[in-house]
């Protein structure tokens, strides 16, 4: 077992872990962080993207212990006090979630790639951006729909 | 906004944001793989890597030794767990060959992924190393992989019990089909195939079985679109009195048919639970999922059509050869037969026959995968039309035109004995072309063939119609499903003014919750916020069927209608005698009962709902509170149908096809939620292309899935989509008093022939005229150069 102390959501927690546990399942099953979902074994769908030190990683392929001393960002983070963030919100009002299921890593990964991109991704960029994630149910339409508009938001924030 | 404004507004039509979505996009939703519950053990299932071979020794002592595990199982050591086999329940023949297809096989194994021993044990890590420790004595066997392996003389039995692989013959003719064949000026003859998909929900499939040992009652959580049929058929597979078994579908992430089953992993769990008396949870992993989760389509077709001189359809003649996998899975026979009667299409034939021949091979059994045998009907008829349309000189566009079936608005009889609800084929399909600017592409198209550059330009046509609503009780009698098609719906209106709709529909994406919202808001005249939804657990609603086969909208949003319909007609007994005045003086205005001509005296749902609730002073004879109930059983189906339009840029050096414009005009009669419409053809059509374009489960002549985790399949990302160009035509379903038709299929049935026929049309100057699916780059460019070998 290995001792790790990770920041999660702002708030600092401290575990023994087996080495091989995979980041996801220490934030599902140690702390009951089940936002996070798990959809594939091969590193291939992106159910499990959240943000490790403000990049976006897929959490099934990290493993705890590389979490240690890090800071980890899930999508129960995001909102505060009780304002959804721009990207939750955009997915919600352009229709980008059916079953829910890829969404928490699509928003993840979603705000990952506006915010590495500034504020100025073409369709053509956020689709190749998104390529790690996997939707079977929106066929995507709505989800870049979606980050145009956050994204929109972001840079008149911004600016 | 004021009160009455926000009464006189109405919901149905509009695209209300989904209520589903808040929990959902803040991490708060509840799938299976998220339920933990107190001592709860943990299932590993191993599974055969080997495609056919008879089982030696299966030994679990090892595996019971390692550290954490609390027990291991042989399929001997569950066999007097099972009251039964898993369930097929649609029969589709009398003389069809039905093997006992049990959880875990004692025997043989009949294809890789076939459950040989189970392991249960304090954590998922610890199972995971002790499944490494069970030692299965393999007997390999001829391995039984393609069809026409399985039907060849002499060819190895999947199946010892029967004499052959056939699993059955199922067959339709109207008319005088053979005749009809040999007078006709013009007949083609083509060989499709369908190849096999793999369904790919993003969450796999998960189960938890929370036990009260001491009471014998069992709650089974379960990645699910199907509780109640689940209920039903594992209460007889695991002796359970099925009012001792409660089943819950939670969040479900996707389905797309994979979840209509009852799989061996769920009765496992039920009776692991009751061995053992302690809660269990299995979580499938995708790779797993790929063997253990049903397979969709796999089907050989041969298809025949009969013509005038000029193109005019008389006759369809079909032949299909259909892979069931190694055993039958819940509807897996029935799969064809949704699709039996739609091989003419929108087109008008005078005769028709149909022939299916169902075959067991040693791979992971088919089911219901979405379309369900209305993708396979599209897609030789779309292709067939092209093919006659080049024999007799027409362009695509013409030929359609000539064939299609008039508008009408009652139904009509169509040549493979169904009555179509409604439908105006050929207004959905001129949308379409003026969408896609039709004639733009034909004159760009002509412009790069005459520059002759590597990119050519190609123009896929499809229309469709399907056969929805699942279905009307006798009809599925006389097709031998086993069970009935009606659906439940149940208001509850609370003295506070709110309002409880119970569906026995099971939504796992689709935003009923929402639609359903929108329905009773207007029939009620409440908010949609007042309205809370429940699905999915049949201790809250006992009576269901399910959700699948686009139903859930036109039979249970029917249901829903016809409740409120009830729940408003004790109300206005009731206001009657509040305002004292007789019904006859009342009516229904901005969402109340209004005394007609003093609209100020007026009561609503929920001023009645209080009274039912403190009973001080009601008409005689009146029962208290105020729920009803209805349960619909629909007369018809419902034909949702439309027009697609698909262009793609085929490099014609390297095959690579790249979907380039992407045009939907589809008609599913009524839209309660136009939002959530669009939502279901966007994902439709993805996967329709995917299958069209990228997908196919591969296996090698040993039976192994080669195609075996999500990197080896090409589900698509956003990257290799474009956006859509949608649009809509209604013609209201004659079939139900909403005109509803249901949408959840429509993309996934018209986009496999729109992207073929573009791929082929691109190509059509280099002398190709066919290719299957999917139009892989190594594809195309062989169809290429043999085009070109062919014409040196």
């Not at chain 2, 590597?454 to 006798?474: D, F, N």
């Not at chain 2, 299929?745 to 496999?752: D, L, R, V």
């Amino acid at each position: 077992m290995r001792r790790i102390s990770v920041n999660v959501n702002g708030k600092q927690h401290e575990a023994e872990v087996e080495p091989r546990q995979l980041l996801v399942y220490f934030l599902r099953e140690t702390l009951g962080l089940t936002g996070t979902n798990v959809g594939c074994d091969t590193t291939t769908c992106g159910a499990c993207t959240l943000l490790l030190d403000g990049k976006t990683v897929k959490s099934c392929t990290v493993l705890a212990v590389q979490a240690d001393g890090e800071q980890v960002t899930t999508i129960e983070g995001i909102s505060s006090d009780g304002e959804l963030h721009p990207m939750q919100q955009a997915f919600h009002e352009h229709h980008a979630l059916q079953c829910g299921y890829c969404t928490p890593g699509m928003i993840m990964a979603a705000i990952g790639l506006v915010e590495e991109g500034g504020g100025d991704l073409s369709e053509r960029d956020i689709r190749l951006g998104l390529e790690g994630n996997l939707c079977r149910c929106t066929g995507y339409h709505n989800i870049i729909k979606a980050i145009e508009a956050a994204q929109s938001q972001y840079s008149s924030a911004g600016a | 906004m004021t009160q009455t404004e926000e009464r006189a507004q109405r919901y149905v039509g509009g695209g209300l944001l989904r209520k589903e979505d808040p929990e959902l996009i803040t991490g708060q939703a509840s799938y299976v793989d998220d339920i933990t519950i107190p001592g709860m053990l943990w299932v590993g299932v191993v599974r055969s890597p080997i495609a056919h071979a008879r089982l030696g020794g299966v030994e679990v002592a090892a595996a019971r030794s390692m550290p954490g595990i609390v027990e291991a199982y042989s399929g001997a050591d569950l066999a007097s767990e099972w009251a039964g086999g898993l369930p097929c329940a649609w029969p589709v023949t009398e003389d069809i060959k039905m093997p006992t297809h049990w959880p875990v096989v004692q025997d043989k194994a009949r294809y890789a992924g076939d459950a040989v021993a189970v392991v249960v044990g304090e954590s998922r890590a610890q199972v995971k190393d002790a499944m490494e420790a069970v030692e299965v004595e393999y007997e390999p066997l001829d391995p039984v992989v393609t069809m026409e392996e399985a039907l060849a003389e002499g060819a190895t039995k999947v199946h010892d019990d029967f004499d052959d692989n056939e699993t059955y013959v199922w067959k339709l003719a109207n008319g005088e089909v053979d005749q009809t064949f040999a007078d006709a000026e013009v007949t083609i003859a083509e060989r499709y195939y369908h190849p096999r998909l793999i369904p790919n929900a993003i969450e796999p499939r998960g189960v938890v079985v929370a036990p009260i040992a001491a009471q014998g009652e069992y709650t089974l959580y379960t990645a699910t679109q199907i509780p109640h049929i689940l209920r039903t058929t594992l209460a007889l597979t695991v002796n359970i009195p099925e009012n001792k078994l409660r089943v819950i579908a939670p969040d479900v992430g996707g389905g797309f048919g994979s979840k209509l089953n009852v799989y061996a992993e769920e009765a496992i769990c039920l009776a692991l639970a009751r061995k053992l008396g302690r809660p269990v949870k299995w979580i499938e992993e995708r790779s797993e999922n790929y063997l253990a989760t049903i397979h969709g389509r796999d089907v050989i077709q041969e298809m025949e059509l009969a013509a005038t001189q000029e193109g005019k359809i008389t006759g369809v003649r079909v032949k299909l050869t259909a892979d069931m996998g190694a055993y039958l899975q819940l509807v897996t026979p029935g799969i064809p037969v949704l699709g039996a009667f739609l091989y003419a299409g929108v087109y008008d034939a005078q005769v028709y026959s149909f022939e299916c021949v169902g075959v067991f091979t040693n791979k992971t059994p088919t089911d219901a995968y979405r379309g369900a045998g209305r993708p396979e009907a599209t897609y030789a008829i779309e292709r067939a039309i092209e093919t006659l349309a080049r024999k007799v000189g027409k362009d695509p566009v013409e030929i359609r035109r000539l064939n299609f079936i008039e508008p009408f608005d009652k139904p009509r009889p169509v040549a493979a004995g169904l009555e179509f609800d409604s439908g105006n084929y050929r207004a959905g399909f001129d949308k379409a072309l003026d969408l896609a600017d039709y004639d733009g592409l034909r004159a760009e198209q002509e412009r790069r063939r005459n520059e002759g550059g590597v990119k050519q330009l190609g123009i896929g046509l499809s229309t469709y119609i399907e056969m929805c609503g699942l279905a009307p009780s006798q009809v599925l009698g006389s097709l031998r499903y086993g069970a009935g098609g009606w659906e439940t719906a149940t208001i509850r209106c609370h003295p506070t003014g709110k309002v409880t709709v119970i569906t026995g529909t099971s939504p796992h994406g689709q935003g009923h919750v929402t639609t359903w919202s929108q329905i009773t808001a207007d029939a009620l005249g409440v908010s949609p916020d007042d309205v809370e939804v429940l699905h999915g657990d049949t201790a809250v609603s006992p009576m269901g069927m399910d959700t699948y086969g686009s139903r859930s909208l036109s039979v249970g949003g029917t249901a829903l209608y016809y409740a409120a319909e009830k729940i408003r007609n004790k109300v206005k007994k009731v206001a009657a005698h509040e305002l004292e005045v007789s019904e006859e003086d009342l009516e229904w205005s901005e969402g109340k009962f209004q005394v007609r001509g003093a609209p100020d005296k007026a009561k609503s749902v929920p001023d009645i709902a209080f009274c039912l609730w403190h009973c001080h002073n009601l008409p005689p004879d009146t029962e208290p509170g105020l729920e009803e109930t209805y349960v619909f059983d629909p007369p018809n189906f419902t034909y949702p149908s439309g027009a697609h339009v698909a262009v793609v840029e085929v490099d014609t050096e390297t095959g690579l096809v790249e979907l380039t414009k992407y045009v939907a005009v589809d008609d599913c009669g009524t839209q309660i939620n136009p939002t959530i419409v669009e939502g279901q053809i966007h994902g439709g059509v993805a996967q329709g292309v995917a299958e069209g374009m990228f997908e196919e489960a591969i296996y090698d002549e040993s039976g192994n899935l080669t195609t075996s985790h999500m990197g080896y399949y090409r589900v698509p990302s956003a990257a290799e989509l474009p956006s859509f160009i949608l649009d809509s035509t209604v013609t209201p379903s004659t079939t139900n008093p909403l005109g509803v038709k249901g949408i959840g299929e429509a993309g996934t049935i018209a986009s496999p022939p729109a992207v073929v026929n573009a791929v082929i049309d691109a190509l059509a100057p280099l002398g190709v005229t066919d290719i299957d699916m999917p139009t892989t780059p190594e594809r195309v460019y062989n169809a290429i150069q043999s085009a070109k070998g062919a014409s040196a």
